[in-house]
């Protein structure tokens, strides 16, 4: 099983852009889909996008289509979420989760999480 590390949360001002990283440990992460997920104080954790485990298909929440492009790059057992545009309402804790399984990478079926970065977005 993988262990997942997220990095490059912090405080940005409103239109600012940030790029979070999710760094796996193991030798089978090509096997898994990986998403990002966000929770926010008060509010029920989300997918905010997700990538299959080629990299062949990817997902995106209506809210962040368009200012967020998620990647990843295999070779380095690394996964990506560029944040373009960022709105105070993307103020969240951000995590990472990976699945094996075979459900659709929108499903709430991830097993693997992270710790979880900080972002705060100020206006």
């Known amino acids: 099983q993988v262990q997942l590390v997220e990095s490059g949360g912090g405080l940005v001002q409103a239109g600012d852009s940030l790029r979070l990283s999710c760094a796996a440990s193991?030798?089978?992460?090509?096997?898994?889909?990986v998403g990002w997920f966000r929770q926010a104080p008060g509010k029920e954790r989300e997918l905010v996008a997700a990538?299959?485990?080629?990299?062949?298909?990817?997902t995106y929440a209506d809210s962040v289509k368009g200012r967020f492009t998620i990647a990843r790059d295999n070779a380095a057992n690394t996964v990506y979420l560029q944040m373009n545009s960022l709105k105070p309402e993307d103020t969240a804790v951000y995590y990472c989760?990976?699945?094996?399984?075979?459900?659709?990478?929108?499903?709430?079926?991830?097993?693997?999480w992270g710790q979880g970065t900080q972002v705060t977005i100020s206006s």
């Open positions: 193991g030798r089978t992460f090509s096997r898994y889909d």
């Open positions: 989760a990976a699945k094996m399984n075979p459900f659709n990478i929108a499903s709430m079926t991830y097993d693997v």
């Open positions: 990538i299959s485990r080629s990299g062949g298909s990817s």
